[in-house]
């Protein structure tokens, strides 16, 4: 008697705390894309799949590559975390402050160790931010940010 | 008091006896007759008896017991024992653990459609940038706009006049 009670107060732990764990976490995809056009593009990255079309409207461009990349999961809402490429760097902070609107951010994009932009924003579960960055030979560099 | 048939019946069976048999006898008003037909029926008696046997029956225990059984649920009185004597209802402890078991199950059920919600899951509310500014001194004639797509369901800052890079800057 006395081990069954045990064992069903163990089952409702783990699936409370199970429960508040996979609601209290999330992802944040970040990456660093370099869109141009190519005589035969190739396709995009699992990633980009669904924004592939959003990206053609916006940009024009017919191929868009992955060059550095980071997926965080937010456990307190308040960490950092780095996503970069060989000479890019994108530094994102979370910053205290988030609700049910989404988390709050503050984002710096780094030429080796020169600050070329930093914005802050309210990232919104599955409503991505898309960045668009310097020019890079023919091609453009673009920075998008989304709470999967 | 005897009706009348009662008294022919018993008379007829020969169970009149003393006073009875002889004041019915006197009520006759032809006892010859009487004599005749008490005969008469006697040997139709006998004749029935001995062509008419009383048929053995093959099953009597079955039969016994099953008017037992009916006759034990006719007369029970509900109470919380059933008739061999076990309890009807469940004992209190029995049902806590069912309970506790049904809870459970629901917990576990609605853990996992929870845990199951589609990926396609959105905020309501689009992504929002709260501010932007790029280094003067880099990009001095640098501007930035931002652009919220309901359609799209994305958030866009756009850059323009930011320094050129050349192409070796896209490597990985």
């Given at each position: 008697m006395q081990r069954r009670s045990v064992l069903l107060l163990g089952l409702w732990l783990a699936l409370i705390f199970g429960g508040v764990q996979a609601r209290g976490s999330e992802t944040v995809w970040s990456g660093l894309v370099i869109a141009n056009n190519a005589p035969k593009p190739e396709p995009v990255s699992s990633e980009l799949t669904y924004l592939e079309e959003t990206l053609k409207d916006w940009f024009g461009y017919n191929q868009y590559k992955v060059i550095g990349q980071s997926q965080k999961v937010l456990v307190t809402g308040s960490e950092d975390w780095l996503a970069q490429s060989k000479y890019f760097s994108l530094h994102i902070d979370s910053k205290e402050g988030n609700d049910k609107t989404g988390y709050r951010v503050k984002l710096k994009l780094f030429q080796e160790s020169n600050l070329l932009l930093e914005w802050e924003a309210k990232l919104s579960k599955g409503r991505p931010i898309i960045v668009k960055g310097p020019q890079v030979g023919d091609g453009q560099l673009l920075l998008l940010l989304v709470v999967q | 008091m005897k009706t009348f048939e009662e008294k022919w019946t018993a008379w007829i069976d020969g169970q009149l006896t003393g006073h009875d048999l002889a004041e019915f006898e006197a009520s006759l008003p032809d006892l010859a007759a009487a004599e005749a037909e008490k005969r008469e029926a006697q040997t139709l008696g006998a004749f029935l008896k001995e062509h008419l046997p009383c048929r053995a029956m093959g099953n009597e225990e079955f039969f016994s017991h099953q008017l037992r059984e009916k006759i034990a649920s006719d007369t029970a009185v509900p109470?919380?024992?059933?008739?061999?004597?076990?309890?009807v209802w469940w004992p209190i402890g029995r049902l806590v653990w069912v309970g506790a078991t049904a809870l459970a199950l629901f917990s576990a059920v609605t853990f996992f459609v929870v845990r199951e919600k589609?990926?396609?899951?959105?905020?309501?509310y689009l992504s929002q940038i709260l501010n932007a500014r790029v280094d003067p001194v880099v990009s001095p004639n640098a501007t930035i706009t931002m652009f919220e797509s309901k359609e799209d369901k994305v958030t866009v800052l756009w850059t323009e006049g930011l320094r050129s890079l050349p192409s070796e800057y896209a490597s990985k």
């Open positions: - | 109470t919380s024992q059933s008739a061999d004597g076990g309890r589609p990926a396609t899951d959105q905020s309501q």
